[in-house]
DNA sequence: TATTTGAATAATGAATTCATAATACCGAAA
DNA sequence: TTTCGGTATTATGAATTCATTATTCAAATA
């Protein structure tokens, strides 16, 4: 049986503007004016004001006292902070995951590796992306943390809106997809230590940031 | 000249919820009355209840709806998902602290660390336990990351409300000071990827952990 | 013409009010 | 006595209202 999960108000706004920010409808730094969103979402300042907060506190909003929210700006510095953490977050959950990961878990994520090798070979960078978060989103869930999940989610959350010039060196996506096949053989020796290191080093995401293009402020 | 900084009062009142809860004058599980806190803080529930939904999403309150608000209950798999989780930040910490360490830095926290020796050999474990925090919170410092710094405090204070059973094992606690010598060594020598190693297997959290008092929930 | 001042306007912050859902209470029936 | 049902009470959720602060824009001054 399922539960019945009410959810407020506030949390359903707050997804919403989430929404609008990752797809760009929202663009950094733009002031958000409460009174337009109220009435695009049919609903009243107060559960929009409380869904800023919580926003705010994600770091996706900023609160400027008695002059309004506004979308956060990206620098290129702040990106490769958060970068930089979420590595260090993927190494744990690769130790983690090598502790909890059962043979079928181990199985599904060499078929996901399987189809990504496929697609690096066809050259067909979009799949390849989708598969590849697919893998990490794997052995992240292993890790079996929600801790880990939640901080993970967050900072995943607040870098989302980068679209990247979909250029990615050859060298570099040999490399991204050789560091994939070490993961493999770590994951199959169920080497947390191993499997730890490659994450962090693994820097998949630090490349893309060198390529980032519109959306970042300079500076 | 000094800028005037204006707070909001939502702020101010979470602070002062988050202290509360920090101070064991709000137990875990237990519920949150907002009439009361209006009362004794002497606001609205307005700003009271952005509070409260900021500290949900910090995740020190939650927030079943239509029930109302309450501290969340500590367990130890949570504490020490928690804990691996910082270990994973530190060992990033270190790791970048050594980017950015002046020689000004290193001596300060060599400073730290003979203080540190001295409260260790006098057997004075409050004392050090607060010069230990001052050290990581240098190394934190340093890694000039602010997104780093700011998921780390989030967690910090998760746990913060927890009291340890002063009772350390010797061997324990040798072996803690023992990491701390190789941790000099490796600011020293500015050897970050060493350094983030030994923080990421200092565990001087996880210790304490398996002493943990009254308020974590078994089951 | 550029800059500053001040009034008018609009937006935000916080308290209050209203609607609704949960809880507590009480009596009746098993 | 215990359990069920229904009402009264209370607390929460959300809209609204009020107060205060920013912003805009026009007029006045340099």
């Given at each position: 049986?399922?539960?019945?999960?009410?959810?407020?108000?506030?949390?359903?706004?707050?997804?919403?503007v989430r929404d609008l920010i990752?797809?760009?409808?929202?663009?950094?730094?733009?002031?958000?004016?409460?009174?337009?969103?109220?009435?695009?979402?049919?609903?009243?300042?107060?559960?929009?004001?409380?869904?800023?907060?919580?926003?705010?506190?994600?770091?996706?909003?900023?609160?400027?006292?008695?002059?309004?929210?506004?979308?956060?700006?990206?620098?290129?510095?702040?990106?490769?902070?958060?970068?930089?953490?979420?590595?260090?977050?993927?190494?744990?959950?690769?130790?983690?995951?090598?502790?909890?990961?059962?043979?079928?878990d181990v199985e599904q994520i060499?078929?996901?590796?399987?189809?990504?090798?496929?697609?690096?070979?066809?050259?067909?960078?979009?799949?390849?992306?989708?598969?590849?978060?697919?893998?990490?989103?794997?052995?992240?869930?292993?890790?079996?943390?929600?801790?880990?999940?939640?901080m993970y989610n967050n900072l995943?959350?607040?870098?989302?809106?980068?679209?990247?010039?979909?250029?990615?060196?050859?060298?570099?996506?040999?490399?991204?997809?050789?560091?994939?096949?070490?993961?493999?053989?770590?994951?199959?020796?169920?080497?947390?230590?191993?499997?730890?290191?490659?994450?962090?080093?693994?820097?998949?995401?630090?490349?893309?940031?060198?390529?980032?293009?519109?959306?970042?402020?300079?500076?």
């Amino acid at each position: 049986m399922e539960k019945i999960q009410p959810r407020s108000l506030y949390l359903e706004v707050a997804d919403r503007v989430r929404d609008l920010i990752e797809q760009g409808s929202l663009l950094p730094g733009e002031k958000i004016a409460e009174k337009e969103l109220c009435e695009s979402f049919g609903v009243s300042r107060t559960p929009l004001r409380e869904a800023l907060k919580v926003l705010t506190s994600e770091g996706l909003v900023e609160n400027l006292p008695n002059r309004g929210s506004r979308v956060v700006r990206l620098t290129r510095q702040g990106v490769k902070n958060t970068y930089d953490v979420m590595g260090a977050l993927e190494g744990l959950s690769g130790e983690l995951a090598c502790q909890h990961l059962s043979d079928e878990d181990v199985e599904q994520i060499r078929a996901l590796h399987q189809r990504m090798l496929n697609h690096y070979r066809n050259g067909e960078l979009a799949p390849y992306f989708e598969v590849n978060q697919q893998i990490h989103e794997r052995i992240l869930a292993a890790s079996n943390n929600d801790v880990l999940i939640e901080m993970y989610n967050n900072l995943s959350q607040r870098v989302k809106r980068i679209r990247y010039s979909v250029e990615m060196g050859q060298a570099n996506w040999a490399k991204a997809v050789a560091d994939h096949e070490a993961m493999l053989e770590a994951i199959d020796a169920r080497d947390g230590k191993r499997l730890g290191d490659i994450l962090r080093a693994h820097l998949g995401h630090k490349l893309e940031v060198a390529t980032v293009s519109g959306i970042i402020d300079e500076e």
